[in-house]
């Protein structure tokens, strides 16, 4: 007689406990098997004591919080499906009509847009200020004020803020702070421990972190974080999570699980090879000005220096250079259209690098005193080896000439 199909569902198989392998294993599920009703009146998802619905965590995704915990030390974590995600589970569980959010005005583009384009339409409203004066922070936070977005270093124009003063101005007007991390990774500084043998501690209230980039590294997986060290702010983020139904695929997590072990060794060989072209690039004459934290005439280096200083490992892979205004938008754009191992795209963190160019213009309410006028190129470096990427940059300037 042919297999019953019941006997293939309700297989009595089960395999020896006791499994040990390098990676955690991948669990998918949306339904979960409770032992009894009793254990399901009982068990608590809140608390991860236990498992109750695929959306509410399984072993896979408890794991890979507990690692990112670890990683930026943190005490409880969030995942969501990408790091705009993050941002915007952050605002809108924390943001409620008539508050205000105050945002760098070299902030990531879309945690702008998210304010412009959804936020103001449920009576909350925002003002950006400058990243480099912690003094016009200080000035725009008002009764109003509900959260204060943080971003070390801005993910276009890389200026380093003096983070440590940004977050006592916040801490002293009793405002919370969320930390955009996914420049420093949980790697360049620590984000709850801003003063290590400070006497009191200083930290961010929220780090967000797009594991988009270096956690994951392969440019394959979209995926966010949200990470605290308060149980109760926890809580308030996590309602709002569950009530939005977020969550993330076991495969993409398993993908950021894989990444995790070499993060460090792949953060420092971005960064050293990231100097090195940054370095180059600035002793070049095409370029008005290069971005970097770690090159001394670039904007807020000296508080790179407080907060980071040192390296490989302290610094992304991650630079722009603005291009001298005689060059036009057509020129920069064949320059980059010329480069042969960079590739055209957005993003960053993963093995090959990336050229865009960004019209600054219409990203900013004014343009920068600090920054020299001219059309602005990011290049995020991969782990090719350096002396092929600067000779691809090489090549690529010498058709400007
Ligand atoms: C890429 C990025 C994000 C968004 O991550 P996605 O996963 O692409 O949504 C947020 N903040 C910064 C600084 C980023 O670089």
Known sequence: MPVSSTDLIHHGYVPPAGFAAPQPGVFKASTVFFPSV???????????????????GTPTTYTLEER???LEGGKQCLLVPSGLAAIATV?????????????????????KALAEGELRHWGISHQFYNPLNPQDLAAKISPKTRLVWLEAAGSVTLEFPDL???????????????????????????????????????????????????????????MGSVITRDEALHMQL????????????????????????????????????????????HTRPEFAQVLHPALANSPGHRHWQVLCE????????LFSVIFKSDYSQAQVDAFCDALKLFEIGYSWGGPVSLVMPYQLASMRAHWPDHLAQGTLVRFSIGLEAVEDLRADLAAALHLLS
């Open 164 to 222: 440590l003063e940004q977050v006592r101005i916040c801490r002293a007007a009793g405002v919370l702070c969320a930390l955009d991390n996914t420049w420093g990774a949980g790697l360049a500084f620590a984000p709850f421990d801003l003063q290590p043998g400070g006497r009191t501690p200083l930290a961010v209230d929220i780090s967000i972190h797009a594991l988009t980039k270096y956690p994951n590294g392969g440019g394959d997986v979209l």
């Open 238 to 281: 996590k309602l709002c999570h569950m009530r939005m139904g977020l969550g993330v695929g076991a495969n993409d997590a398993e993908a950021v699980l894989r990444g995790l072990p070499s993060l460090k060794l792949r953060y420092a060989a971005h960064d050293e090879t990231t100097r090195a072209l940054a370095q180059w690039c």
């Open 91 to 111: 605002s809108l569980a924390l943001l409620r009509s008539r508050d205000e959010v105050l945002i760098p005005d070299n902030v990531y583009g879309p945690n």
């Open 310 to 317: 040192g390296g490989p490992g302290k610094a992304a892979g």
């Open 38 to 56: 009793a254990a399901m009146r009982r068990f608590e998802w809140k608390d991860k004591s236990a498992y109750t619905y695929g959306l509410h």
């Open 68 to 70: 990112l915990c670890t």
